[in-house]
């Protein structure tokens, strides 16, 4: 079992700034990928970003040149450096891993519970 952990979220003004982190703990040692989703009101849980332990990373298109996400295999971290926020960029952020290389909804095995990030026009 892994347990991750997300902290950071809050409340921002449009064209701001946040950081999320996420702390995993547990089983981690066949973890591959880890990453974010998000879920806003009423719409499907979109992939935010993700990276492998060899810092690959891939980003969803809506948040392309906005986000960076980066990762400390020593401390079993994760973090989410969001920049020039919009408020679509509203919703609760979920930490995700997988053992698997694909960050899919499919491959994704473990959750954290969520944090809300709110950007404000």
């Known amino acids: 079992q892994v347990q991750l952990v997300e902290s950071g979220g809050g409340l921002v003004q449009a064209g701001g700034s946040l950081r999320l982190s996420c702390t995993a703990s547990g089983n981690i040692g066949s973890i591959n990928t880890m990453g974010w989703y998000r879920q806003a009101p009423g719409k499907e849980r979109e992939v935010v970003a993700s990276?492998?332990?060899?810092?690959?990373?891939i980003y969803g298109d809506s948040v392309k040149g906005r986000f960076s996400v980066s990762r400390d295999n020593a401390k079993n971290t994760v973090d989410l450096q969001m920049m020039s926020l919009k408020p679509e960029d509203t919703a609760v952020y979920y930490c995700?891993?997988?053992?698997?290389?694909?960050?899919?909804?499919?491959?994704?095995?473990?959750w954290g519970k969520g944090t809300l990030v709110t950007v404000s026009s």
């Open positions: 995700a891993c997988t053992r698997d290389v694909e960050f899919t909804l499919r491959a994704i095995e473990y």
């Open positions: 990276i492998t332990k060899r810092y690959f990373t």
